[in-house]
């Protein structure tokens, strides 16, 4: 986890917490929009094997995304606890 420590000379604490809820909510949006684009069997006809290693491969993808989604999210929720740290 990215945790920058707050201080006089450094980044304000909402410098630093916005950007990452503005990314957590554009990848949220981008998890929503993959899943609009599961593949489907009806796009692979006679060829099942195809279709269950790139469904396999989409969830692959909604997975990594929301785990960096969810490390964003935690990055912000840690730098908003340590503002009364840095006062």
Sequence with gaps: MISPTLNVNGTSAADLIDPRLAAFD???????????????GRDYPGDAERCVADRSAHYDRILTL???RERIYAEAV?????????A
Excluded: C, E
């Excluded at 554009?26 to 489907?40: E, G, M, W």
């Design 26 to 40: 554009h990848l949220t949006k981008a998890i929503d929009s993959l899943r609009q684009v599961t593949p489907n």
């Design 66 to 68: 929301n785990a960096i």
């Design 78 to 86: 840690a730098i908003n606890r340590s503002k009364g740290d840095a």
